[in-house]
């Protein structure tokens, strides 16, 4: 069996904090299974486990990435069978909108010994009140690079041609669409490009859109309609009923960088840094809207106050990451303190109960 496999991010650390879109990602599903506890550590190895042995049986897997350590899953989705292993651990903690849905509550703080971490639970409470610390530190660093690259927009949308950037948007939606229309309402699915992470900036958006008939790469400058556009093609597959899944940014939650109109096969994406890309398959456009609607000669003239603008959005973007870096670090000494109280045994008994569960559902 040929096990059609996704990597995602559901939630992100933003300049407006941290914000999940959990709720639209899980919509639609019968069960989630939500890991709780105090337990730093223990969940995304479970849920890897888990996720690798489902992998075998079943024709679809999304792992859902963590934000906060690069290489761990917040969770895994299995569509087949409509059911969804989450971390529901600080901060992640939420309860799913969906009616209908059955949420099995699994305490993994009892396969700790917490008789093992006494001594240290002065250590740990430090720890967790420094994560957070560290944690807000960066969301406030990412809050003024928004307001920086606020600044870095202004040149342009003063010099955008409106009239322009409103006609790509048409073209777009005709290439999308032509005057096709589907009878149905239009599913909507919500989540993040990428993620800003410890190690910085990470997305998959080449293994989320290898697969499709045509990719559309749109090139430009901040404030040159990039956004705006993929929002109006989000409206336009809706009144259509197209399916979308819709890719917001990862430091501004209310910002757009990518669509896929998967009934379609297309794909259209902000192609500029951090997530830069260039055409790679014969199928492969590019959208430039620097040449298409902002006044030649923009960058120009603007050279010396725009260098300025991006040295101090980078230098803030780089305090913000260095401060996840100093929470991911003590993520670490916190997942050794769990890891060695956990019963592993008990661990791998949850595991194997949970497998056989869901491979009875095959």
């Known amino acids: 069996m040929t096990t059609k496999v996704r990597h995602i991010y559901a939630a992100g650390n933003t300049a407006r904090g941290y914000k999940t879109f959990y709720d639209s990602v899980l919509e639609g599903l019968e069960r989630v299974y939500i890991l709780t506890g105090t337990v730093e550590g223990i969940t995304s190895p479970l849920i890897e486990a888990i996720g690798n042995q489902i992998a075998r049986v079943t024709d679809e897997v999304e792992w859902i990435h963590s ?117 149905k309402k239009a599913k909507v699915r919500r989540m993040y490009l990428g993620a800003a992470t410890p190690q910085g900036p ?43 899944e819709v890719y917001h940014c990862g430091l501004d939650p209310h910002s757009l960088d990518m669509v896929i109109v998967p009934e379609k096969g297309l794909a259209i994406f902000d192609s500029t840094a951090p997530h830069e890309y260039f055409p790679s398959k014969e199928t492969d456009e590019v959208i430039d809207m620097y040449e298409r609607a902002i006044e030649p000669g923009t960058d120009e003239v603007y050279e010396e106050e725009l260098m300025d603008i991006q040295v101090r959005y980078k230098q803030k973007v780089k305090e913000a990451t260095a401060n996840l870096l100093a929470a991911k670090e003590l993520r670490d000494q916190l997942n050794n303190a769990y890891q060695e109280a956990v019963d592993q045994q008990r661990l791998r008994a949850v595991t194997q109960a949970i497998v056989s569960r869901l491979t009875k559902m095959s």
């Open 67 to 183: 934000p906060f350590v690069n290489g761990q899953f917040d969770g895994v989705i299995f569509p087949k069978y409509k059911v969804a292993i989450m971390d529901g651990s600080y901060p992640r903690i939420w309860r799913p909108a969906s009616p209908g849905v059955k949420e099995i509550q699994v305490n993994l703080q009892s396969m700790v010994n917490i008789d093992q971490l006494v001594d240290e639970k002065d250590q740990i409470a430090s720890w967790y009140e420094e994560i957070f610390r560290k944690s807000e530190e960066a969301y406030q660093a990412f809050g003024e690079a928004l307001r920086i690259h606020d600044e870095w927009e202004a040149p342009y949308i003063e010099h955008l041609n409106r009239e322009e950037a409103n006609s790509v948007t048409e073209e777009v939606k005709a290439l999308f669409f032509g005057e096709e229309q589907l009878e």
């Open 202 to 244: 990470v997305d998959h958006i080449m293994k989320l859109t290898d697969h499709l008939e045509k990719r559309y790469f749109i090139k430009g400058r901040p404030g040159s309609g990039k956004s705006t556009m993929l929002k109006k093609l989000v409206e336009e597959a809706k009144t259509r009923g197209f399916d979308v």
